[in-house]
């Protein structure tokens, strides 16, 4: 019931987004009920697996070393590139938004699983990490070039990818590789007993929803055929296969 209500509460925000003013109040508000809404559902599915003290650590512990990662970044530029955030995504700790780390968490897990069920009979814990990593920057695709229009981080030189430098996605990766290796200690997709255990489809299908949702709303109502053309390359193709392998095995 619980996952129920996140997902519908997740899409309706996220149906509702494109059609409100950009960078008004109820955007932002809007941002956060989609992240916290995702959050929601990939925590109550782990839960639903890993039972809820695997699940609540691993999700404490993602968010609180995201947290770090990205107010360091802010510090130092490393890894991602000199940024900021702005004070428009509220509440704040150390200058980074609440829903920023929750956001790590939310889709990171998803992330996963899908790379476990595209990879398939391959799956390894090396493949899970890196093929696992690369979903998640893929997401960022689409993220990045949403909030920046909005007005919620800014870069301190614009980068060619919609203003966003390609060191931004290149920290991801490598941000994405360590947080890969928590979930794989913390929430392993497989164990001794049984290397190749099935993904999770609940897990596979966050993704592939969100892979779907971001193509067709930038496409058709964020009006930005470019990053629609180049988030759904880098989404669509991972959550196709591991859609179609799950429903195999």
Same mark, same amino acid.
């Given at each position: ?29 809007? #941002? ?75 889709? #990171? ?23 696992? #990593? ?53 929430l392993p997709a ?8 099935? #993904? ?8 592939g929803y969100m892979a ?38």
């Amino acid at each position: 019931m619980t996952e129920a209500v996140a997902g519908v509460v997740t899409v309706g925000a996220m149906i509702a987004t494109p059609l409100l003013p950009q960078r008004g109040l109820a955007r932002k508000v809007l #941002s956060s009920v989609v992240v916290t809404g995702l959050f929601a559902t990939t925590t109550v599915n782990a839960v639903r697996r890993w039972g809820p003290a695997r699940a609540g650590a691993a999700a404490g512990t993602t968010a609180v070393v995201t947290a770090a990662v990205e107010r360091f970044g802010t510090l130092t530029g490393v890894p991602f590139g000199r940024y900021a955030y702005t004070g428009a995504l509220q509440p704040q700790v150390a200058h980074v938004p609440v829903i920023v780390p929750m956001a790590w968490f939310a889709m #990171s897990l998803p992330a996963r699983e899908t790379a476990h069920a595209a990879l398939g009979e391959q799956s390894t814990m090396a493949k899970r990490i890196a093929l696992g #990593s690369a979903a998640m920057t893929a997401w960022d695709l689409f993220l990045d070039p949403q909030m920046v229009g909005e007005g919620y981080w800014a870069w301190a030189r614009r980068g060619v990818y919609r203003g966003i430098p390609l060191s931004n996605f290149v920290g991801w990766f490598i941000t994405g590789l360590g947080v890969m290796a928590m979930l794989e200690a913390m929430l392993p997709a497989a164990d001794a007993t049984y290397e190749r255990a099935a #993904s999770d489809p609940h897990l596979v299908g966050t993704y592939g929803y969100m892979a779907a949702m971001e193509t067709v709303g930038f496409a058709r109502y964020f009006r930005d055929p470019v990053v629609a053309a180049v988030g759904g390359a880098a989404m669509v193709p991972v959550a196709v296969t591991a859609i179609f392998r799950r429903l195999g095995r």
